[in-house]
């Protein structure tokens, strides 16, 4: 199953708040050129500027031959121990960072969302041309101890290095290179399968480049390096990710058509969680009404992602969900997503609902992948914590 093992991280020597900077993924034009304001920011490695990868790869090794970075020397696993604001109260998570074989596939790790295969490409040339991990991959295990096995670790324990990153999440960062401790570990999730959480563009390219290489590359890409965390924790949140329409919708009949599936509100539903909203000129509540679908529609309503890609996309306005992301933008920030209709940037917004986390893994590994982009894990572990290199 799951396959842990320690490895000698790199870590910034510090300067880690602006040093460190969110998932490559999540980070847009304006938020990249404030983090890149610090000669040493990841995001000159994770997103080169002007695609010059070459020159990724001088920095890195730049950043170790001057003390930028350190290398640590003994074998470890690092424990994360996160603490952060959320509705008022105070939630704790504590995960994990190791490496795990990934290639060949034992389907021990179980990707939830179909991937598009531009992104991929795109972390081949990236990864390959850096030649190492500057930033984990996100699993999740449905595993109750986990959580208290690494917070018992850490009572009376230091931490490496703390920072706040620029989410408000409070870092402890551990560093563990006791043989005991990483054997309690791993043997604790060696019968356990993990899911994907977020990196499964990265996934599929580390993949890729062993299933492309020989020798000492390919034994290096056949293990990534990752971060794991418990489904259990209560410091695991999962919302959707929602849909910023650019095509034009016409209210009118979009709703006339709609009426045949859902039940349709302007004021929110007073219980119930999986309505999706609907933002054109005002606020729409969408719930499954289940007397206008035929059986055959059943695989429908798996989840609200289902339901919004196979009878509001395909059904009510014709389009290709697997060819979306020409069509439409894609946003956790349910906000910004109504800001974009408000201004005349796009037609519409598809508000999703957060996820149930106990649901979502039944899901996935009752029925496998996800449509793309539907969930949005969080809050994300930043990446240059640590990482690896060749």
Known sequence: MVKLRPFTPLYYSGNYKRATSPPFDSINKGAEKSLKECSNNITYLTLPENNNYAESRKKIREWMDTGVLIKVE???????????????????????????????????IKPHEKTFPGPVRERVKVLGELRAQPEPIFLTVNNYDLEPLLQGMLKGRKEKFSFVDGNGSLNLVYFIDSNDDIEKITNLLKHDSAMVADGHHRLEASRKLASESEGMEKNFWSSVMVYITSMESQG???????RIVKTKIEKDKFLEKAGKYFTIGQNRPDSGNDFITLFIDRFYYLSLSYGGLSEVMIQYFLSPIHILNNIIF???????????DSEMEFTHD????????KKGIACAAFIMPEWDRDKLFRLVLSEGVLPQKSTYFHPKVYSGIVMRSL
Request: no cysteine; glycine share 6%; proline share 5%.
């Open 74 to 108: 003994k074998p470890s696993i690092v424990i994360i121990d996160q603490s952060f604001k959320y509705n008022g109260k105070t939630l704790r998570r504590t995960g994990l960072i190791s490496l795990v074989d990934i290639f060949p596939d034992d389907a021990s």
């Open 236 to 242: 695991l949140l999962v919302s959707g990710i929602h």
């Open 334 to 341: 349910a906000d910004y997503a109504v800001e974009q209709v």
């Open 314 to 324: 395909r059904e009510i306005l014709g389009f290709d969900p697997d060819k979306m």
